[in-house]
């Protein structure tokens, strides 16, 4: 049979009947007239998936930490499950189905199960493309619905309880503005000066700092909502001055040694500091 480009293939089909066979050659004569391969692949979900890893994943311009997010999910939910041992010729819209039944019964968050699914699809979506798959079985699977949730925050009292805390600590001036401006962590340990505009009362968030493969990275928020411009209130503005202050003294005494001195995250030092650390205790 000849495909869509007009190249010729030979294809062998055997059947109980000759009818049975009939319909099995007519089968593969409409795929490759589609311009589908002939048959899927009996290459399994996992090996696929660790090529998507490696190659499709990576190729992305998905920012570098959902990479190694995307990877980690699909190394622990999809190589080691029941999904990832079937070959691409086998897998139908009911093992998925099947699989995402089979992540809810763990207990796992409703954003790590669309997250799993979401990957899984895009591993098929690549396999389609490469001419492993006649069509992609997950892209007729609902995707899974993650329920809308309130973010935990704390209540003034408990606020007020944890900067009296770290009142004593050198990460006190982060905190206070965390809690004076609504930051993230990693937004705050982002910050610059020429970020900060005290004259104007604004601060502008342009990146977040993450630690990613072990190296502390800046990089750009996830989400055009995510840069942004922030208004300063009085203590805001106050508190970034004091800092400034303080780092000018810091400056002077580390000479040579100050790796960041444009760098407004308090609490001012010698190099980033990691994300987690002013949480740790």
Do not use: C
Not at 14 to 23: F, L, S
Not at 127 to 137: M, Q, W
Not at 187 to 213: C, F, H, Q
Not at 243 to 256: D, F, I, L, M, N
């Amino acid at each position: 049979m000849t495909d869509e480009f007009g190249r010729s293939s030979r294809h062998t089909v055997y059947g109980e009947t000759a009818q049975d066979a009939r319909e099995k050659a007519s089968a593969i004569r409409r795929r490759v007239e589609g311009g589908q391969p002939a048959r899927d692949r009996r290459e399994t979900v996992a090996a696929l998936t660790l090529h998507w890893i490696d190659t499709s994943l990576q190729a992305s311009e998905r920012k570098q930490n959902t990479k190694v997010m995307y990877a980690g999910v699909a190394r622990t939910h999809i190589l080691g499950s029941s999904i990832g041992q079937l070959t691409l010729d086998r897998i139908r819209p009911s093992h998925i189905e099947g699989w995402v039944v089979e992540l809810r019964r763990k207990g796992l968050a409703g954003s790590t199960i669309r997250s799993a699914y979401t990957i899984l699809r895009a591993v098929l979506d690549t396999a389609v493309r490469d001419g492993a798959l006649a069509a992609n079985p997950a892209a007729v699977v609902r995707r899974p619905r993650v329920t809308a949730k309130e973010a935990p925050h704390l209540t003034p009292a408990q606020l007020a309880d944890l900067l009296s805390a770290a009142s004593e600590t050198r990460y006190a001036p982060l905190f206070a503005l965390l809690a004076l401006t609504g930051l993230r962590r990693g937004e705050a340990l982002a910050l610059r000066w020429p970020d900060i505009d005290l004259d104007k009362g604004t601060l502008r968030v342009r990146g977040t700092l993450s630690r990613i493969g072990g190296h502390l990275v800046v990089t750009e928020p996830k989400t055009a909502k995510s840069r942004r411009f922030v208004p300063l209130s009085q203590p805001a503005d106050r508190l970034l001055r004091d800092v400034r202050a303080t780092q000018a003294e810091e400056r002077a005494r580390a000479g040579a040694a100050w790796r960041r001195p444009d760098s407004s995250s308090p609490p001012s030092s010698a190099s980033p500091t990691t994300p987690a650390t002013p949480f740790v205790r």
